[in-house]
C-alpha cells in the first residue's frame, strides 16, 4: 500500500510541472494568435485560467494529503511490527529463558522500542560504549565532532584503543573540537589534565578550558554531538570521571540543542576561559 502511496505522489508531482507549462504555453498561443477573439466579452480566457489554477491547485492538495496518508501507513506498519516483537519470548527455547529470564529478553524489545519511536539507544556501560565511539569515528570520518566535557574526561583517550581509534580518525581528515569543564578555578588552572591530550594536540585539536562554576546547567551538558547534527551522544559520569551512562540519540531537536550549548561556549566572550592549541 505505502509503495502505492508513494508512486502516486510522484506521478502528481511529476505531474505538475509539465501540466503548469502546457498550460502557460496554449495560453500564450491563444493570446498570440488572438485566439480568444472568436469568444464573446473574452470571457473564456478568465475561465481557462481559473479551471487552469483550480486543477494544478487540487493536485498539489491531493498531493499534500497523499504524503500524510502514507506516514500514517508507514507508522501502523512499524507499530504492527513492533508489537509482533513481544511475542517472541513465547518462542525462545525454554533453557534459555529458564536461564535469562523472560526480562531479558524484555529489556532488548525496549530498546528496539526506543530506537524506534524515540530516535536513540542507550549504552549502559564504558567498555561498550568505547566501542561504539571508535565505530563512530570510522563510519563518520571526515566529520568534526564537537565535545562539551568534564576536564576529568581527558582520561578516556589513555585507553590504548580509544587512543588508536581517534588517531586514525584524525589522519584520515575528521577534526575535535573539545570544550573541557573546570569544576573550579583551581582545577582550571592546573596543567595536568591537558597534558592527557598531548598525543592529541599534536595532530592540531583544538579545545578551551571553561570554569564551570558559574554555567547554567545546560551548558554543562555532557554530551559528544556531530557538527552536521547526524548523531549525538548522551552522557554521565560517575565520580571518578568514568562514563556511566550513554545515549546515542539521533533525535534532531536534541541535538540542534546540543550544538548551540557548544557554539555559546566556543564562541562566547567568557570571563574565564583559556585556549588551547
Not at 255 to 277: N, P, T, V
Request: proline share 3%; charged share 20%; net charge neutral.
Amino acid at each position: 500500500m505505502c509503495d502505492i502511496m508513494r508512486f502516486s505522489e510522484e506521478w502528481i508531482e511529476n505531474l505538475l510541472l509539465p501540466l503548469t507549462a502546457a498550460i502557460t504555453l496554449l495560453l500564450d498561443l491563444a493570446d498570440t494568435f488572438n485566439w480568444f477573439n472568436f469568444f464573446p466579452n473574452g470571457g473564456t480566457s478568465t475561465l481557462i485560467l481559473l479551471l487552469s489554477a483550480m486543477t494544478i491547485s487540487t493536485l498539489a492538495i491531493i498531493q499534500r494529503q497523499l504524503i500524510k496518508l502514507r506516514e500514517q501507513l508507514q507508522r501502523l506498519q512499524t507499530q504492527k511490527r513492533l508489537e509482533s516483537l513481544e511475542r517472541i519470548p513465547e518462542e525462545i527455547d525454554p533453557a534459555l529463558r529458564s536461564v535469562l529470564q523472560d526480562g531479558y529478553f524484555q529489556e532488548i524489545i525496549e530498546f528496539l522500542h526506543e530506537a524506534v519511536n524515540e530516535g536513540q539507544s542507550p549504552v549502559h556501560d564504558e567498555t561498550r560504549f568505547r566501542y561504539y565511539f571508535a565505530n563512530m569515528l570510522k563510519n563518520y570520518a571526515r566529520c568534526t565532532f564537537l565535545f562539551i566535557c568534564p576536564m576529568s574526561f581527558c582520561s578516556f583517550w589513555q585507553d590504548p584503543s580509544t587512543e588508536r581509534a581517534t588517531n586514525s580518525f584524525l589522519r584520515t581528515g575528521g577534526k575535535l573540537k573539545l570544550v573541557l569543564i573546570a569544576q573550579d578555578a583551581q582545577e582550571m588552572a592546573s596543567s595536568t589534565a591537558p597534558l592527557t591530550l598531548k598525543s592529541l594536540q599534536q595532530q592540531n585539536v583544538q579545545y578551551y578550558v571553561v570554569n564551570g562554576v558559574s554555567l547554567p546547567a545546560d551548558l554543562k551538558k555532557f554530551c559528544i554531538v556531530e557538527h552536521g547534527g547526524k548523531v549525538a551522544w548522551e552522557l554521565t559520569r560517575t565520580s571518578g570521571g568514568n562514563v556511566e551512562e550513554s545515549t546515542l540519540t539521533a533525535d534532531k531537536r536534541k541535538i540542534s540543542a546540543h550544538i548551540r550549548a557548544f557554539e555559546k561556549l566556543w564562541d562566547g566572550d567568557l570571563q574565564q576561559k583559556r585556549k588551547g592549541i
